[in-house]
């Protein structure tokens, strides 16, 4: 009789366990399809809302390591200056992956059509759970 309560406790625990992350994961697909219509609006602070609002930010690009969202967003601003520039954007999320508790990382690629010329690449986020919301910590974006 122990070892049927003891199978039926580690049951439920891997059960609940599969639910908390598929909870998850979809929290960090909606902060990232709330970033899209920011983004398609041209609301480039909107957009930023989905990163962690430090100064321990971490965004790599074809420019180097930014370090902080203050510097990330002037970034943005200054790389995307216009509609013409934001145009429409659209991820297609190929992976998202558990690191540890309150810890993803996510791959995918970003699809941008613009009158300033189409652009297309592949990323990886890393989201941790702060203070009850899914935030990209670091992001690696070519």
């Not at 398609?40 to 930023?48: I, T, V």
Request: aromatic content about 12%; overall charge positive.
């Amino acid at each position: 009789m122990k070892k049927i309560i003891l199978l039926l406790c580690l049951i439920t625990t891997i059960h609940a366990a599969s639910q908390t992350e598929v909870t998850d994961k979809e929290a960090i697909i909606s902060v990232l399809r709330i970033q899209e219509l920011a983004w398609n609006n041209n609301d480039l602070e909107g957009f930023m809302q989905g990163y962690w609002k430090s100064d321990s930010l971490k965004f790599y690009g074809s420019k180097g390591v930014t370090n902080g969202w203050q510097k990330t967003l002037d970034n943005y601003k200054k790389g995307y200056p216009s509609k013409a520039h934001t145009g429409t954007l659209k991820f297609t999320i190929d992976a998202i992956t558990k690191i540890e508790k309150d810890s993803y990382y996510v791959m995918g690629q970003y699809h941008l059509v613009r009158d300033a010329g189409n652009a297309n690449g592949v990323f990886m986020i890393i989201f941790r759970k702060i203070e009850g919301e899914w935030k990209i910590i670091a992001d690696l974006s070519c």
